[in-house]
């Protein structure tokens, strides 16, 4: 047996490494699988960075970002397997929904409305001299970071200057909300489905809504790993191939959710969990649902084999944000970041 070590945080589109341990796909291609837990992404990185931990489940535009070194330790990672496309919410505090609809009756109806209604709850903050709504987002190189500033956009809302954007891990999220710390967020399931049965929060936006099958998480290791050239990667690949495509069939909805809602994996609700892979989301505690088939993705449609073009969309979202100034050099480094050599290996 080949013992890896991977670190990941709870949330559903981590669920294929989990089924590749809990349901026996590691242990089939001969690998003995430690799965280490974690609270936030600045973790998982630096854990990744000095060799805690072979291989970590990863913000896509984390990997680009420490691949370029943006305001951290500049280190080479390659993203080898994409575990998801989309999965993320918008989710606003009870109190600012409740403004968003007085502001505009039935605006949370439509996500696009609910924008509209925040713009404008937005100018009267500033003509009144109110504090600036505050949101989190799960890191600032994520797709959350972004989605977040497509939907204020959609509000004439400027993310810069006409509100405050922090970083909250995502199992705080629902802590800051409730101590009025924040007033939105955007985070990964199963977190904005908890918000709402915790009656802390309601679901205005899903990210494939405003970037429909955005890559969200990877597989990263770094660039110099034994995963890279050794035989541990292709056996990896295969197992992850096939946690995979069991993570995305339906019949297996239930048993999953279970296996995920354990105390050492995510220690919550099953039901919610369920919601969330199915795409059956309950946006607020009057119970309206929206249904979303393609909420999160898994496999399929040639998700898992990394795309360097992929590469090149994050860093464009990268340069819209100011993260970054564009550069030719740079587009190829992150280009570069998704690497198809270990998943065609592994399936030659």
């Known amino acids: 047996m080949i013992d890896i070590r991977i670190g990941y945080l709870p949330l559903t589109d981590a669920a294929s490494l989990i089924a590749a341990v809990d349901f026996g796909f590691a242990e089939k291609e001969g690998l003995r699988i430690d799965l280490q837990r974690d609270v936030s992404w600045a973790n998982l990185r630096d854990k990744l960075v000095v060799g805690h931990i072979e291989a970590a489940h990863m ?4 990997a680009i970002a420490t691949t370029l070194g943006i305001g951290q330790v500049r280190t080479a990672l390659r993203a080898i397997f994409v575990l998801s496309a989309n999965g993320n919410a918008i989710t606003l505090s009870c109190a ?16 696009s409305e609910t924008a509209l209604a925040l713009g404008d709850v937005v100018a009267r903050r500033r003509a009144s001299g109110a504090r600036p709504l505050t949101f989190a987002a799960v890191f600032p190189f994520s797709s959350h970071t972004y989605l977040l500033r497509r939907f204020l956009a959609l509000g004439g809302i400027d993310p810069a200057g006409d509100v405050e954007i922090v970083v909250v891990p995502p199992p ?45 998480k990877v597989l990263a290791v770094s660039a110099g790993s034994s995963l890279m050239t050794g035989p541990a990667g292709p056996k990896l690949m295969r197992a992850l191939d096939a946690a995979a495509r069991f993570v995305a069939d339906p019949r297996q909805r239930t048993r999953l959710a279970e296996a995920l809602a354990r105390p050492e994996r995510f220690g919550m609700s099953a039901e919610v969990i369920a919601r969330t892979l199915s795409g059956e989301l309950v946006l607020d505690s009057a119970g309206r649902v929206r249904s979303a088939p393609r909420f999160i993705r898994f496999a399929g449609e040639g998700l898992n084999r990394p795309d360097p073009a992929t590469g090149s969309l994050v860093y464009g979202e990268m340069v819209a944000a100011g993260q970054v100034k564009a550069s030719a050099e740079g587009a190829r480094t992150a280009s570069q970041v998704f690497t198809r050599d270990v998943y065609d290996r592994s399936f030659a």
């Not at 913000?59 to 984390?62: F, Q, R, S, V, W």
């Not at 600012?96 to 996500?111: K, T």
């Open 59 to 62: 913000l896509a535009p984390l």
């Open 96 to 111: 600012l929904a409740d403004e968003v609809s007085s502001v505009r009756p039935g605006a949370l109806g439509s996500f």
């Open 172 to 216: 705080y999220m629902i802590d800051c909300v409730e101590k009025g710390l924040i007033d939105g967020f955007c985070v990964g399931s199963p977190w904005n489905s908890l918000a709402v049965d915790q009656g802390k929060g309601v679901i205005v936006a899903l990210g494939n809504e405003l970037m429909p099958d955005a890559v969200e």
